[in-house]
């Protein structure tokens, strides 16, 4: 009886010491864990650079120990894969750089202003994605302030962006062209942004500023020119004085009227260009078959204030677009058969806010076709006829 006793008191001796050894070996292993008592989540043992199971048979007990356990657990060269970060790597999307360049700095004015803008992909060398085709466009802006905006300056510097065009697609090669008409003399800073089509795949993204320099063929005239003034072929010419007789421009010919004072009419055949802003004009402004933007007293964020033209005004079968706003016209206006884009910076409509025979017309949009002829003596004002459409 005694020995069966001595025999069943060492059997459980047996069992309390097998249960005090597993004690101590989670004891063991919760001291190992880096940030507490609870072992982190099952992860598969994988050999290093694959995405097979470890062949190796690990114990069951490896199934309770830390990551950091179950890779030593798993013998060299192998580990564990970080799955969710991985995939949160992989739904990145990717950055993008857009540069805007031109062959030419400077141009005349009258002529057209080119540009492109290349997008490119800042890829790190560790990525292994797929290459995902690049798609999307490209919109550019000029900035209006400050008018002296450093060249490089970040899109951020300026104060008042202006679109100069829509949403123009890119290339399979990255690359988007603009040709502006109608940039007015002076320096002009140029930007682009970059919005992808699919924004999970590619970010968006905004260029430094590209300067392009709008100039004439001579330094602008300022003082008085005595009897009739000609632009001739190819020259680009700038007045702010007073010229007492008419102003002719040739075919091929541009011409920028700011400020000025002309005696007599002001006439262009052909022109590549015409922008006339505050200035008084005693006789008639005639311009026909312009291959450039035609703009009097246009207005918008690039400004150019309205005119006083004392006789008759007539735009007829112009080729590149026209804008006539806030001018005063003492006799007939002829605007008809003109064809071509208006520049986005207007923001109005082409023809507005004229003064036709001394009565306000400021209903005159969209852009008229035909002739308009008042009544002579100039109309009472709110009887001014409107332009027809």
Known sequence: MAAAKATDRGKLFHIIAIAAGFVAIAFLESAALPGGSHPAARRPAVTAGTDSVVSTPVSNLSTMMSPVLVAA???????????????????????????????RRRSLFGRRVSVTATVSVRRKRTSHRPVR???????????????????????????????VSAGLPISPRGRAHL???????????????????????????????????????????????????????????????????????????????????????????????????????????????????VEIGAGGPVPCAGNTIGSRLSLRRNHRGVAVAGNWIGRTVWIGRNTGPVPPWLHAAPIRGNHVGGAPCPRNQPVPVGRVTPHRPPVRAGRCPPLPS
């Not at 690049?134 to 550019?140: D, E, I, M, Q």
């Not at 009739?228 to 007789?245: E, Y």
Request: proline letters at 6%; hydrophobic letters at 40%; a positive charge.
């Open 73 to 103: 657990a798993a013998g060299p060269g192998q580990g564990v894969i970080r799955g969710d970060r991985r995939g949160k790597a992989s739904r990145r999307a990717s950055a993008t750089a857009i540069v805007v360049s031109s062959r």
């Open 133 to 163: 085709p690049l798609n999307g466009s490209v919109t550019f802006y000029l900035c209006a302030r400050p008018a002296r905006l450093a060249a490089g300056s970040p899109i951020s510097a300026c104060r008042s962006l202006v679109p």
């Open 179 to 293: 040709v502006v008409l109608g940039l007015p003399g002076g320096r002009h800073p140029i930007f682009a942004r970059f919005s992808p089509a699919d924004p999970g795949a590619y970010a968006a993204s905004a260029s430094s500023s590209l300067t392009r320099v709008v100039t004439f063929s001579r330094p602008c005239l300022s003082t008085t020119v005595t009897g009739r003034l000609r632009v001739a072929r190819g020259q680009s010419l700038c007045i702010r004085g007073r010229v007492t007789g008419a102003v002719t421009v040739a075919p091929g010919g541009a011409l920028s009227l700011s400020g000025a004072v002309i005696g007599g009419a002001v006439t262009a055949t052909r022109a590549r260009g015409l922008r006339i802003c505050r200035t008084a004009i005693a006789g008639r402004v005639a311009v026909r078959s312009a291959t450039g933007f």
